[in-house]
C-alpha cells in the first residue's frame, strides 16, 4: 500500500519537478506507472524499516509518513542524478525511520502499534459496588 501519490508529489515539490523527473516517455505528463512503483518502493521501505516496532502496513498512515514516503519516493524518481536537497531529505529520511524503529521517538497511536493498548477513565464497579453488581450473592 503506497502512502503517496502522485498529487503529494507535486504538492511537496511542485508540478515542474515532477515531470522532469517521471516523464519518461517524453510525452508532456508525469508517468502514473513510474511514479506508483516508486511510492510502492518507498512504503515497501517505510514498512520494512517500521515493522519491529509498528503493525504495517498503516491503514491510516500519520502525516509523518506521508511526508517520509515523498522524499524517499522523490530520491528514487531522481535516479542517480539527485540533487543536493534530495539527498540531504532522503539522509533525514532515513535517519527518522530508524529513530522510529529504535524506539527514540513514536508515532502517534492512531497509526497502530504492535503491542495492545488500553485506556480507562475510574473503575465502573468498585469494593462499595459489588453486592449492587452480584445481586447480594457471595
Known sequence: MAYCKIADLIARYGNEEILAIADRDDDGTP??????????????????????????????????????????????????RPHEQAIERHKAAIALLDAMASGAISLPRATGTTGVEFESDAPLFGPEAAEDFTGGVR
Not at 508517468?31 to 521501505?45: F, G, K, Q, T, Y
Not at 491503514?59 to 531522481?78: G, H, N, S, T, W
Open 31 to 80: 508517468d502514473e506507472l513510474v511514479i506508483a512503483a516508486a511510492c510502492d518502493d518507498a512504503a515497501a521501505e517505510i514498512d520494512a524499516r517500521l515493522a519491529g516496532r509498528y503493525r504495517v502496513p498503516f491503514e491510516r498512515p500519520a502525516a509523518v509518513i506521508r511526508m517520509l514516503a515523498c522524499d524517499l519516493a522523490r530520491f528514487r524518481l531522481l535516479a542517480g
